[in-house]
């Protein structure tokens, strides 16, 4: 026998090689008007693996202390070749991967496929998507410069705002009363360890849920496919799907390596706990329509500071956004349609402050 | 839902198991296809292996530096001193006399000290011995270790590399 056919005899006497073979053979994809979307997922799944790669990487250089933090970013930027490339990456795909995990939600959601059975796939994507904005916010201030200091002070300092803990979480963000070397400690460890390690479980268990269940068709393909069956097209998810969606991960990668190449991350300059915040603070573009929400609050609001009812709005909000499938299980009818209208105005909120964040001043 | 009808199976076909018209353009686009692929993962691997090869290390450092004062070391002792960014040993024997050497042992890299009780250079990882020249003299080290010059200028002692004259 062959060397390949050997390899693979001993690999299904041992794993049952052949019927997960058999299973991927199976696995079909829907294909219908929406079937784009499909490709989100995935797309956020890759990002999150280019994050991991270019994250070890820039780990093989970065000095997570306050003396050595910018410096070594510097260097990174600087002296090792095609630092600039790996660090930039790091930065773009970032942002690319948030980009994608909303697109995902806000589609995931305007297609219904949170209901039933699928309310644990919402949960656990949800949960990622709090991750993922975990990751930003924490990997903001590692770079150790100006922007990022204020950003994390800022960012911080909503948290007081919980009642009750509010002030112990911030001590425990901070590492301290003030964001200082110790907060850069701390969220290099959040960064690297627990967010790196909560993430790979989760994306286990959402991956296995959709496998699980398989791709969700919404309502209106699902009503037409029940009226003509005989419409009803699938794809093989592989190789056919897999490949597509292999190509869209190439075209991912070019589009972060032009990115990277014309559009070079900038370091900014070297944090100074003593200095006055610059003009143009900001956070990252994925906070900023809480950044310009908290920007129209009045200093109170009735018995209540600003801040907090601001903080406790967006709270909610998240809590209820996330347990979603549990109050929206009805299959059709008013209030699912009202829950559309919810997701609308969500959406165009959270496009248009964001918008309004960046053009307004 | 699912419909393993004509119609579907014809839509699975679009991975191709069509017998080709012309069976020499298959192959042909095979080949592109895969050495495109290979090309692409080679212009990924490569900043990446170039990025994990450290950049070289800035020179070494001055061939001249200030070991210590005049006074500094009492007669038959020792004190390790850096030397161009790795350790060196400057050495005061019992009769006045300074000694300077590479404080590398030359058997796999522990820093060596000086063993006032022995008169000798002593390298405490696998009990290497030298004398006060460098000499390897016993024990594992397959090299002596590299002698430096010892300059009195002033009340400052200074270590050079030997001058190649």
Redesign the interface.
Known sequence: MSAPGNIRNWLDQRFGWDELMAFLRHK?VP?HRFSYFYFLGGMTLFLFGIQVVTGI?LL??YRPVPDGAFESVQYIMT?????W??RSIHSWGANVMILTAIAHMFSVFFLKSYRKPRELTWLSGMILLFLVLGFGFSGYLLPWNMLSLFATKVGTNMTAQVPLIGHWILVFLRGGEDVTGATLTRFFGIHVAVLPGLATLLIGLHLLLVQRFGMS?PPSV?DE?KAH????????FF??FFLRELMAW?VA?AVLGCLAAFKPWELGQKADLFASAPAGIRPEWYFMFMFQTLRFLPANVGPFAGDFIGVLVFGVAAVVWTCLPFFDNDRRGRSTRWFTGVGIFALAYFVGMTVYAYLGK | ???D?Q??SR??Q??GSREPAEPARRPFLELLLGSSIVA?LIS?LY??I??????AQAELGPDLVVAAKIGELRPNSGKIFPFGGRPALLILTADGKYHALSAICTHLGCTVQYRPDLHEVWCPCHNGVYSIDGANISGPPPHPLEAFDVIVKGNDLYVQRPQNT
Request: charged share 20%; aromatic share 10%; no cysteine.
């Open positions: 079909t294909i990487l093989m250089y002296r090792v070749p095609f630092g490339l790996i068709v699902e496919t069956p005989e419409k009803a097209r699938e794809l093989r190789p056919n190439y990668l | 839902m699912r419909i009808s119609e579907n839509s699975l679009n991975s692409s990924y900043p990446v170039r990025y994990l090869i450290p950049p």
